[in-house]
């Protein structure tokens, strides 16, 4: 059976969670320093969606008095390693919460009663995973209606450039990520995202936007390093070494990076001089701001805000939703 999934591994991600902000609220640079927390590197948060048709009234929420009865014979899934405390709230998420695959059942009841029903199993390893951070019932249902907003809400037509994009061309689903190369947050999203990419290549096609923040110095000069690569077919390899040496990031330095994979720094050095990509730069930022973005990291899914915090759970999790969601003419499949 399958067990719950693991904690994950950012101490600030119990803090997302609590601020219920499922964009990279906690964890992002943001263009305005002043950005109280729970705005941080969040979009126009999207409405939420209407209840499954005929769904009936929602039962008393007396979960809480009995946990293990909502929780046991759920086919396939195992809560037990969960604390009791964490078994409560998730009870009362699976008594409370409706699953939106569209049928008229809660979530606990599709689980037990509609096996097939796929959906249902990826909302409550959600489910699971925020409260063994700490979120109660109400935060959690707050997230889940949140994420799964997002799938109905309007989504952003991004222009990317092959040229910084990784996996299959054709790939069904793109993720676009606009960042920082100075943001330390985008630096330790940057091995989740590359690993999630690179283990879905048919799946998935990863591709970078430069977005530079107004408080980061360097910003700029890195983002036009990173361009300049671009055109030497080493794209890549200079986002890979800008993020390994972020706290030195000065136009000074940038032309040793050069050189060291293969590429002529003093031409480099001359490209900073005469600020060549900084139009281009312009036009990445440009998109950032029509996408409505306030920090760094942000991630898109085919052009839908990816409003959780970055880890192979939550990425793959993303990513079936969105297959399902394409597979059926933008819908949940029903159970």
């Not at 430069?210 to 690569?229: E, K, S």
Request: include cysteine.
């Amino acid at each position: 059976m399958a067990k719950t999934p693991g904690v994950f591994p950012y101490c600030w991600k119990r803090a997302v969670l609590l601020l219920a902000a499922m964009s990279l609220s906690g964890l992002a640079c943001t263009k305005k320093p002043e950005v109280t927390p729970a705005d941080k590197g969040a979009a126009t948060p999207p409405s939420a969606p209407a209840s499954p048709a005929a769904a009936p009234s929602k039962p008393p929420a007396a979960a809480s008095a009995n946990p293990g009865a909502v929780l046991a014979g759920i086919p396939g899934m195992d809560f037990s390693s969960l604390p009791p405390a964490a078994q409560r709230e998730l009870a009362n998420v699976l008594s409370d919460e409706f699953c939106y695959c569209g049928c008229p059942h809660t979530l606990g009841a599709c689980l037990k009663q509609h096996t097939s029903c796929k959906h249902a199993k990826r909302m409550a390893r959600m489910a699971a995973t925020f409260v063994a951070e700490g979120a109660p019932a109400t935060e959690v249902i707050n997230l889940l209606s949140e994420y799964y907003a997002s799938f109905r809400g309007q989504r952003v037509e991004l222009k990317v450039d092959p040229g910084m994009c990784m996996g299959d061309a054709n790939a069904p689903v793109t993720m676009a990520e606009f960042s920082d190369f100075e943001c330390p947050y985008c630096a330790k999203a940057r091995p989740i995202l590359e690993e999630f990419a690179k283990k879905n290549p048919t799946k998935v096609r990863f591709c970078y936007l430069p977005f530079p923040l107004p408080m980061h110095a360097n910003a700029i000069p890195a983002g036009q390093a990173a361009l300049w690569a671009r055109d030497q077919g080493k794209f890549w390899e200079m986002h890979d070494a800008l993020f390994g040496q972020q706290q030195n990031l000065a136009p000074a330095a940038l032309p040793a990076l050069a050189d060291k994979l293969g590429l002529p720094g003093a031409k480099l050095q001359e490209v900073l001089k005469s600020d060549k990509y900084k139009n281009e730069l312009e036009g990445f930022r440009a998109q950032g701001d029509a996408a409505n973005i306030s920090g760094t990291p942000s991630i898109f899914f085919n052009g839908r805000r990816f409003q959780l915090p970055p880890s192979q759970e939550t990425l793959n999790q993303s990513l079936e939703d969105e297959l399902e969601w394409r597979a059926n003419n933008n819908a949940w499949a029903a159970d």
